[in-house]
């Protein structure tokens, strides 16, 4: 028995009754809203899911740095290295992030799609700002690409949440290495008046001071740079100003 056809549909030219494949395509304004509306309920669902995966880094992140704050805070036995152990596990949980940003935006700019040029229209129509809105989606369908690069979503990311984190555990850092009275009392530590007792007192390990203050220097550089990066108003976030 051959197959059916949907409703309406004819086969493409060159194509026989028997070799029609695949779903029934829309033909009528009913059937293409109706796909649309599902369409876009199935979208917001995935971009539901990233947003949520993005939220449970930056909360990992967060439980991070509460923990080992109160832990290198709380006692001067504690190690000053244990703070600069938090710095690297929220660098590592924010290359997480960005990549899971990534993907995110993806679906995201979709449903940004879908909502400006559509819905949008529906509720109150205006004259048409992209007549050709819809491609964009049916190109990202078929050959899904990522929207921006790896660097811009460490930047965006950090200028969100990770900005204040950092903040946190550099003024912790600094605090530590600066008091006696949160240093170790088996070690040599001294009060810090000059710049050469800071050298000393963040030493870590065989790993002199100076290499220590470098590293943190030039992590810290990155971030500031990033937190005051100003992006171009291209894509989505030349509309409006709630963004994640």
Known sequence: M???????Q???????????????????SSEKINAVIHY???EM??????RDRLDRTSNWAITVVAALLSISLSTPTSHHGVILFGM????????????????FDI???????LERYYFAQVLSPQAELNSDWAAAIAQSLRKPTFLISYREALIRRIRRNYCWMYLILILAW???????????????AQVVSKWSDLIHNAALGPVA??????LVGVLYAAVFFASLYNEPDDGEFAFGEAHV
């Open 2 to 8: 051959e197959p059916l056809i949907g409703l309406n």
């Open 10 to 28: 004819k086969p493409l030219a060159g194509q026989a009754l028997g070799d029609q494949v695949g779903p029934p395509l829309p033909t009528t």
């Open 40 to 42: 876009y309920r199935g």
């Open 45 to 50: 669902g995935r971009m539901t899911g990233w």
């Open 88 to 103: 690297l596990l929220v660098s590592l949980l924010l290359i997480i992030e960005a990549r899971r940003y990534r993907f």
């Open 107 to 113: 679906y995201r700019g979709r449903v940004r799609q």
């Open 174 to 188: 600094g605090l530590k290495i600066s008091s006696p009275v949160l240093l170790p009392d088996d070690t040599n």
């Open 209 to 214: 001071g100076w290499i220590v203050l470098t």
